[in-house]
C-alpha cells in the first residue's frame, strides 16, 4: 500500500455531476488537502430552457471554475455534446490518457445502470479503460500503468435492473454547506435550468441568501434519501448509535473490472471511516 496521499479524479458526464453525487468526499479530500481533479466529459451544452448549445458551454465552464477556486481543485470541461455522447474508441482513449496522466488513485464515475445516456456512456468509458491503462501498446503516446486505480461508482437511488450496493458508506453531515456552495456556482442549472425542468422554477428565490437557503432545502432530501437508503450498511460501518444518527450520506460502490479495494486501501482512499 502507498503511504503518499491519495488522489482523486472524477469523471462526470456533465459540470455538476461531481458535485451533485460526491461533493462531500470531494469537501473530504480537500479539507486535507488531497489531490482532487474534475472533468466533465461533456461541454454541458443542452442544459437550459433559454441558453442556446452555442452560448451554454462557456457559461457552465464559468462555473466550474468558480468551483475550482472555491475548493482549490483542477476541473477540465471537454467539448463533447451534452446529450448525445457515444463510448466511442476516441472518447476512450481520452480517458485512458487522463488515467494514466494524473495517476488517481481513486476514480470516481457514474454506474451504467442511470436514467441519463450521457451517464451511462462515460460510466461505460471508465469500465472500458480500467483495465487498458496498464497496456502498454493502448493508446501508446501515454505510459501506461503498472496498476489500474480504484474505480467508484458515485451514489445513485435507481433500483431496476441492478440497485446499487454500497462498499463504502460516508457521512457527509459536516460537508453539506460546501456541498451546497459548490452547487451554487452552477447558477444557471440549480436556480434556472433545473427548477425549470422540475416545474419550480416559480419558487426560487431573488435574493443570493434566500437561494442558498433554497438550494439546500432542495439538495438535502437527496442526500438524507441516499443515507436512508442504505441505513444498514451506515450501521454496520459506524455503530448503531452513529449509523442511526447519520442524516446525509454518500455511498459508493467498488467496480469490479478496476483494481480491488483491500482493507488497508480502504482507510487510505476513504479517510472519513478512521473519523
Not at 503498472?146 to 435507481?158: E, I, N, Q, T
Amino acid at each position: 500500500m502507498s503511504t503518499n496521499p491519495p488522489r482523486m479524479l472524477v469523471l462526470g458526464a456533465h459540470p455538476d455531476d461531481a458535485e451533485f453525487h460526491s461533493g462531500g468526499l470531494i469537501s473530504i479530500y480537500r479539507e486535507r488537502g488531497y489531490a482532487v481533479k474534475i472533468v466533465s466529459v461533456t461541454n454541458g451544452g443542452a442544459g437550459h430552457h433559454q441558453r442556446t448549445a452555442a452560448e451554454l458551454p462557456a457559461i457552465r465552464t464559468q462555473e466550474a471554475t468558480a468551483v475550482a477556486r472555491l475548493i482549490g481543485a483542477e476541473y477540465e470541461v471537454w467539448e463533447y455534446p451534452d446529450g448525445a455522447l457515444q463510448p466511442t474508441l476516441e472518447v476512450r482513449h481520452r480517458i485512458i490518457r487522463e488515467i494514466r496522466n494524473y495517476a488517481p488513485d481513486l476514480v470516481l464515475t457514474h454506474r451504467l445502470n442511470d436514467y441519463h445516456p450521457d451517464h451511462r456512456a462515460v460510466g461505460q468509458l471508465v469500465q472500458d479503460a480500467s483495465y487498458l491503462v496498464t497496456v502498454p501498446l493502448v493508446a501508446p503516446d501515454t505510459t501506461s500503468l503498472r496498476k489500474d486505480p480504484v474505480v467508484a461508482y458515485m451514489p445513485d437511488l435507481f433500483t431496476k435492473p441492478n440497485p446499487l450496493h454500497p462498499d463504502v458508506v460516508v457521512d457527509i453531515m459536516e460537508y453539506m454547506e460546501r456541498i451546497v456552495a459548490m452547487l451554487a456556482c452552477h447558477r444557471s442549472q440549480v436556480y434556472e435550468w433545473l427548477p425549470y425542468n422540475r416545474g419550480i422554477l416559480d419558487q426560487v428565490p431573488a435574493d443570493d441568501k434566500e437561494k442558498l437557503d433554497w438550494l439546500n432545502g432542495w439538495f438535502s432530501p437527496r442526500a438524507r434519501a441516499v443515507a436512508n437508503r442504505f441505513r444498514a450498511r451506515l450501521v454496520e460501518v459506524f455503530g448503531e448509535r452513529r449509523g442511526n444518527a447519520i442524516e446525509f450520506a454518500e455511498a459508493y460502490e467498488i467496480s469490479e473490472y478496476a483494481s480491488d479495494l483491500d482493507d488497508a486501501e480502504r482507510t487510505r482512499l476513504f479517510p472519513c471511516l478512521n473519523s
